[in-house]
Every structure is written in C-alpha cells, then in structure tokens.
C-alpha cells in the first residue's frame, strides 16, 4: 500500500506529494520536512488516491476537510500593476526607436509625442482603477 504526504501551503494549498512504500511513515515525513522546511502543514495518509483527487480538483485542506478556494479578487494595486505591465513593452519600443533615432542624430519629436500620449492614456486607465 502507497503512503502519501501532502505537503501544503499556509491557505491548505497543495504543494507537493510524496508517494513511498518502501520507507516508513517517520522516514517519508522527514523527507518531505528536509525538502520543503517552510511548508505550513504535512498530511500523511495512506489512502492518498482519493485525497489526491480532490487536490487536483484544486481544492485546499483546511482543518482536515477539503474545501473550496475563496476565488481570487484583484486588488487595486494588482488592478494597477497589470496596467502597468500592459503598457511597459509599448514603452520600452519607443524607448528603443528614439535611441535609435537620437545615435543618427534624427529628431526625436514624434516618439515623444507617442511616447506623451501612451503615458496620458496609461495614466487615465489607472486613475479609473476602483
């Protein structure tokens, strides 16, 4: 018979699975404590099929119950940050271009004004941000 330890997080998510039957419990729980000190919690269990099963239906262990995940909401600054990392390639192109420009020794006024108008119009998505 397989034995099982779950190694999970601190909100009873899954990290990873240890399956042995040729160690003792002790021994598999010290491996799986020596390969992840900083897992909030080890299960052992030997009918690990079945809790197997529910943790990759993505569900959490939580006071010896599975249960399901709160759904992830973004918060303003994560609403914000993904604005940011929208825009950050776009900026970076124009960046580049008016190098470019600039080691020819070329005008660089309509890269700026690109460059105005994409930091106008991230400012305004961002403001709008709840």
């Known amino acids: 018979m397989n034995q099982y330890v779950f190694v999970l997080n601190e909100m009873g998510e ?3 699975s240890y399956v042995d039957n040729t160690v003792t419990q002790e021994q598999l729980l010290a491996t799986a404590k020596q390969e992840w000190p900083d897992a909030k919690d080890y299960i052992y269990s030997t009918d690990g099929d079945s809790m197997l099963d529910e943790f990759m239906k993505g569900k959490f262990y939580v006071n010896g ?11 303003k600054e994560d609403k914000i ?50």
């Open 14 to 16: 899954r990290i990873t």
């Open 65 to 75: 119950k599975f249960v399901e995940p709160a759904p992830y909401v973004p918060t």
């Open 81 to 130: 940050n993904a604005i940011k990392s929208e825009y950050e390639p776009r900026f970076k192109s124009l960046e580049e271009a008016q190098r470019r420009l600039l080691l020819m020794g070329k005008p660089t006024g309509a890269i700026s004004a690109q460059y105005i108008k994409l930091n106008t119009e991230m400012v305004t998505r961002i403001k709008e941000v709840q």
